[in-house]
């Protein structure tokens, strides 16, 4: 029971091989988070919100399904491919950390290629890991730390939009109060006969018939 109320991640998986995305899918599966799989860095951006402008303007098409998706489901972490035609996970990488929405998304290398200078360049970049291929379910248990290092994070941004609530709300009811003051001012500085149409206009007698014109018989 407590199981499910626990917080289940979401996690971007970009692969232009089916046979790696299906992997990786099911190895994130059993460890309990929910996995988008695209195969494409290109189509990452699409999901993430993050396409250029550019790309909008030539593409005059509605919004995908998978952009829409994004809007209602946070990305707690992205893993990608490092070899992929057209953009690279190392391109994609730093298209997020570029973002200032999603900079602070842990985001994982993945590569069939051990070279040392592409780690370094990645690590560098801002990546929290660099895994070769074939990934492991020990690989991805390695991973959940990062989520929960990020969650503090969240915590703090969140406070400070609450704190950022107050304070309009605060100042709200400061200007509300000036308003109110300032009427009450006009009101006590008007002359007497002002003042007392004021008064004859909001009196109840006012809506009154008057029988001025009427004849009394006795």
Do not use: W
């Not at 190895?27 to 790309?55: C, M, P, R, W």
């Not at 005059?60 to 992929?84: F, G, R």
Request: aromatic letters at 4%; charged letters at 30%; one cysteine or more.
């Amino acid at each position: 029971m407590g199981m499910a109320t626990e917080t289940q991640y979401h996690v971007l998986a970009v692969d232009d091989s089916i046979i790696d995305r299906k992997l990786i899918e099911r190895l994130f599966k059993i460890s309990s988070y929910h996995v988008t799989t695209v195969e494409s860095g290109s189509k990452a951006l699409e999901f993430l919100g993050l396409v250029e402008d550019n790309q909008i303007n030539k593409n005059l098409n509605p919004p995908s399904i998978s952009s829409a998706l994004h809007q209602e489901m946070e990305v707690n972490l992205v893993i990608t491919d490092y070899c992929m035609p057209g953009m690279t996970g190392y391109d994609l990488l730093k298209k997020i950390k570029e973002s200032s929405s999603f900079k602070d998304i842990p985001v994982v290398i993945m590569s069939s290629e051990n070279v040392p200078s592409r780690i370094t360049r990645c690590l560098e970049e801002g990546a929290e890991e660099f895994l070769l291929k074939p990934v492991r379910l020990a690989d991805v248990n390695r991973l959940k730390p990062h989520l929960l290092k990020r969650k503090p994070r969240e915590e703090a941004q969140l406070q400070q939009v609450e704190e950022q609530e107050q304070e309009q709300e605060q100042i709200l009811e400061e200007d509300i109060e000036v308003v109110e003051q300032e009427e009450s001012e006009q009101v006590s500085t008007q002359p007497p006969n002002i003042k007392r149409k004021t008064t004859e206009e909001i009196s109840p007698d006012r809506t009154r018939p008057r029988y001025n014109d009427l004849t009394m018989i006795v």
